[in-house]
């Protein structure tokens, strides 16, 4: 395996992680909003 590719997988990877860590980070939004609703 080519340095080059190994660089590509992790891009790749990272770019999941951003899309999980968005996603994350507005349902904590969400949850906190619902539990103040219910305070």
């Given at each position: 395996?080519k340095m ?12 999941v992680w ?15 909003g619902i ?5």
């Open positions: 395996m080059m590719d190994l660089w590509f997988v992790v891009a790749e990877d990272f770019r951003e899309v999980f860590a968005v996603i994350f980070l507005r349902l904590e939004i969400v949850l906190s539990k103040g609703f219910f305070q």
